[in-house]
């Protein structure tokens, strides 16, 4: 099996111990990943502190090399994507639009003007907040999206003037390493490292003095293990956690539209994003036809192979995760819950799951009180409006919301009263680099993206020059 290798101060680099990297739709590994040592992750940390100190000089220079970087990873999509599909399991298309959005990303902050803060000015004095780099970064992304979640970090703290040492998912690290050595082609050595391995390494690099900054995307769980770390040498972190979106549908909407709509929004990546519609609420009168038109969706669309063109949904990415899916659907159906389609594993290799739709699982059940983070979507029914609020609103997530409904201005209204860092209408999951991600109660601290996920990589100074 092929090795692939990791980019410490601008060199390539193996390890004398090195970890598996399974396709999802075999279930059998296929390639090999390097384990970064101690000393290695000393090196990258050691590399990007020294490279920190010419970098944070020169915007310019920095705007330059994002966008020759951004030219770098869109001219090698194909290649990239496919490392992201054997390793991630997503259909091609998909992987590919997901590394042209790293591109996209760093022009993004490539082009950003960034306004000066000058807050006073006259004849008694100059006075100007002033935003400084923070240091190193240290950043860990996950495997649902390994590419574009790392670009969500990437991209902002080099143009601040950071640097950065990243540690991709031990499940999908391939594309990673292939998508960092791309980027090396135009940015200084040091600049931005990469080194692979398991929550050991994770934890070594939150734990470690070199960083003044952690940026993480994961689990809930994991990221108060990152925020508990961090404090003890007081670093700076964003944390991007996980979601149990809720979806309301109203009683003037169309059931085969948002039938359709309700699909994408919660099996795009095969549910596997935390940002999915992860429980929907529906009036009692529009329920069955609901989803019926859910049910349609499931039973048509193809689940293979991210590598046939054919297929719609792949496989879930990896064992643990599958094993999760499983035992969330199992126990909602041995709670009375029905399965309206799906509702059981694929009889073939790899981590192949039906797309499920249960009906009857109500709240306080786990498949509607957790993260599924897979291809199984709860149908609940609602009486009252203001209750399906509170039901969608109790809950420690605090992600995404959305609202369906024909008349929008109704739909905005019902919008402003849950509790989601963002919150659609007749849309979800609706994100641009130019738009603020971020999460409320326990699905994040901190905020990605846009000018917002900028200063997130800065230190405020405040610059006060006496004129008299």
């Known amino acids: 099996m092929t ?18 990297v399974i396709n999802p739709s075999t279930g059998e590994p296929f390639a090999r990943a390097p384990e970064a040592t101690a000393a290695q992750l000393d090196d990258a940390m050691a590399g990007a502190a020294q490279a920190f100190r010419s970098w944070k000089r020169d915007d310019d220079a920095r705007r330059e090399a ?6 770098a990873v869109n001219e090698s999509v194909p290649q990239i994507a496919t490392l992201l599909t054997q390793e991630q399991g997503k259909p091609l298309n998909e992987a590919m639009f997901e590394v042209m959005g790293v591109g996209m990303w760093l022009q993004y902050y490539a082009d950003l003007e960034v306004e000066r803060e000058i807050l006073q000015d006259d004849d008694a004095a100059f006075v100007e907040v002033v935003r400084r780099p923070i240091g190193v970064v240290a950043a860990i992304a996950p495997w649902n999206f390994p590419l574009l979640l790392s670009s969500w970090k990437i991209a902002p703290a080099l143009r601040a003037g ?9 499940y999908t690290p391939l594309s990673s390493l292939a998508m960092v050595e791309v980027l090396n082609q135009a940015l200084p ?58 979806a309301i549908v109203l009683d003037d909407a169309d059931p085969a539209v948002v039938g359709k709509q309700l699909f994408d929004a919660a099996f795009t990546n095969n549910g596997q994003t935390c940002v999915a519609v992860k429980r ?87 498949i509607v009180d957790e993260e599924q983070f897979g291809p199984a979507l709860p149908v609940i029914a609602y009486r009252d409006l203001d209750d399906a609020i509170e039901r969608a609103n109790a809950t420690t997530f605090g992600l995404g919301a959305s609202v369906w409904a024909t008349d929008t201005e109704r739909g905005e209204a019902v919008a402003r009263q849950l509790d989601a860092g963002s919150a659609w209408v007749n849309t979800h999951a609706a994100l641009a680099p130019n738009l603020p991600f971020g999460g ?24 006060n020059r006496r004129k008299k």
Not at 291 to 307: I, P
Not at 448 to 459: Q, S
Request: glycine share 12%; no cysteine.
């Open 189 to 246: 050595p040091g600049v931005l490292n990469i080194v692979t391995g398991g929550d050991a390494l994770g934890a070594a690099m939150t734990a470690h003095p070199t960083p003044r900054k952690v940026s993480f995307t994961g689990s809930i769980s994991a990221g108060k293990k990152v925020a508990i770390a961090s404090a003890a040498d007081l670093k700076r972190v964003t944390l991007e956690l996980g979601g149990n979106d809720p």
């Open 280 to 366: 929907v609420y529906v009036p009692e009168s529009l329920h069955d036809a609901v989803v019926e038109a859910l049910v349609a969706e499931a039973n048509s669309v193809v689940v293979g192979d991210g590598m046939d063109e054919a297929t719609k949904l792949g496989p879930i990415q990896n064992r643990p995760q599958f094993d999760r899916v499983t035992r969330l659907v199992d126990g909602a159906l041995s709670s009375g819950a029905r399965a309206a389609a799906g509702g059981a594993a694929l009889d073939r290799p790899g981590y192949f799951f039906a797309p499920t739709i249960l009906t009857d699982a109500s709240d306080g059940t786990e």
């Open 440 to 463: 409320l109660k326990w699905s994040g601290v901190g905020v990605e993206n846009g000018p917002w996920g900028y200063k997130g990589f800065t230190d405020m100074q405040l610059l």
């Open 3 to 20: 090795e692939h290798l990791m980019t410490i101060n601008g060199e390539q680099q193996s390890s004398p111990d090195s970890f598996a």
């Open 66 to 71: 994002l966008r020759l970087a951004a030219k």
């Open 162 to 170: 950071n640097t950065v040492v990243l540690k991709p998912s031990p």
